[in-house]
Structures are given as C-alpha cells and as structure tokens.
C-alpha cells in the first residue's frame, strides 16, 4: 500500500490507541454480549467512530465535507465571468406580452 517509493504524509495509527472502555456506547455493548455469552473481538474496530484522532473533529470533518470543491467552483465562476464580460456575452430575459395578472 503507498507503493512505488512515494512517500505518504498520512501516517496509520497503532491498533492500540483503540480501547472498547474508553467508549461508553461500545463498552455497553459489550457489557450486554457479556450476559448473554458472546464476544464480539471486532468492537474495536469501531471505536475510531467515536473518537477524534488530534486535528480532527466532527464538525470539522462535516465542513470539509460540504465545502469540498467549492473554491474550484468559485474560481471557474470568476473565469466564466471574466470571460463573458471580455467577449460581450449578455442573457437577456425576455418578457411575455401576456398579462399574469389575469389568469381566466
């Protein structure tokens, strides 16, 4: 993975850091398998879910999220602007004779 001698800025976690205890919503999961005899040594797994690594956050990840592509698309907007505007392109919007305000 990240082969091919290029290097990678983003460095993977120790499987470590990820405990079922320090999330209350896993650790009751697995409080309730525990009644009933089963185990589930995936748990772990999902512990990222519910906690932020440093530098990242919920709110932070959704921002990223909505606003992802929207500095490309403002940058095109601006040239297709400047580009209609150099050229002369203009929309006119044309109007009906008809009267709106009489319907029937």
Do not use: C
């Amino acid at each position: 993975m990240g082969g091919h001698g290029h290097g990678s800025s983003m460095k993977i976690p120790s499987p470590d850091i990820y405990k079922v205890e320090d999330v209350p919503e896993l650790k009751m999961v697995q409080e309730k398998l525990a009644k009933h005899g089963l185990k589930d040594p995936w748990l772990r797994n999902e512990v990222w879910r519910y906690t932020a690594l440093p530098g990242t956050s919920h709110t932070l990840r959704l921002f990223k999220t909505f606003t992802r592509g929207m500095l490309l698309g403002f940058a095109a907007f601006v040239v297709t602007l400047g580009i209609e505007k150099s050229l002369g392109i203009t929309y006119e919007h044309k109007h009906d004779d008809h009267d709106h305000d009489s319907h029937h």
